[in-house]
Nanobody
């Protein structure tokens, strides 16, 4: 089993910052990604990290503003979000896969419950 618990969401003004955390437990996974979902829109892959080598990739919409990182000792993955914009408002989910996947959500087998991020102008 793999369990994921997100935290760190909240409400922030445009230009502000938030750091999301994803605490993982259970069997080892290879890929951990952050996704976001807004009602009426398709789920978007935001960033992902390959746990064993730390390789990262980002969606164009967040490149240069968001940073995904990991703390192996705590088995936690973070998403540092800077220069937030109102269009970043969404429910953010942490997901994990045993495979070396990218930003496609269908290949992620485990999902957290999500944490809401709201950015006001």
């Amino acid at each position: 089993q793999v369990q994921l618990v997100e935290s760190g969401g909240g409400s922030v003004q445009a230009g502000g910052s938030l750091r999301l955390s994803c605490a993982a437990s259970g069997t080892t996974v290879m890929s951990v990604g952050w996704f976001r979902q807004t009602p009426g829109k398709e789920r978007e892959g935001v960033a992902r990290i390959w746990r064993w080598i730390g390789s990262t990739v980002y969606a164009d919409s967040v490149k240069g503003r968001f940073t995904i990182s990991q703390d192996n000792a705590q088995n936690t993955v973070y998403l540092q979000m800077d220069s937030l914009k109102p269009e970043d408002t969404a429910m953010y989910y942490c997901a994990a896969s045993h495979a070396a996947t990218g930003l496609g959500s269908k290949l992620y087998m485990y999902w957290g419950q999500g944490t809401q991020v709201t950015v006001s102008s």
